[in-house]
């Protein structure tokens, strides 16, 4: 599996944003994907995460009330619907893939995308 994001860019506070996370290859195989997130100077951490099979969800509490992660089977893509967000939001987001649990650590995941910037003014 092959991830590619998309959909980052710059927004004010209050804002939203929608990435996606294209994945080519057996979809499926993917069992688990996950948004994670990098601020500079700061350790990767778990944004949210998705069963592809089921759709069973997983968010950081940073996050919760504010992003979903839908996914689309038909298209191979998952997102990152992102509302009100925040100054703190601002952060390179990646989408990763394992095939097992979510487990929220970034160690577990052998497939990573490019990343892509989401930056959130005040």
């Known amino acids: 599996v092959n991830l590619v994001e998309s959909g980052g860019g710059s927004v004010q506070a209050g804002g939203s944003l929608r990435l996606s996370c294209v994945a080519s290859?057996?979809?499926?195989?993917?069992?688990?994907i996950e948004w994670f997130r990098q601020a500079p100077g700061k350790e990767r951490e778990e944004v949210a995460g998705?069963?592809?099979?089921?759709?069973?969800?997983n968010y950081a509490d940073s996050v919760k009330d504010r992003f979903t992660i839908p996914l689309d089977a038909r298209k191979n893509t998952v997102y990152l619907q992102m509302n009100s967000l925040k100054p703190d939001d601002t952060a390179m987001y990646y989408c990763a893939s394992r095939f097992g649990r979510c487990t929220g650590a970034a160690e577990d995941f052998p497939t990573w995308g490019q990343g892509t910037q989401v930056t959130v003014s005040s």
């Open positions: 998705v069963y592809t099979a089921g759709g069973s969800t």
């Open positions: 290859g057996n979809f499926y195989a993917a069992n688990c």
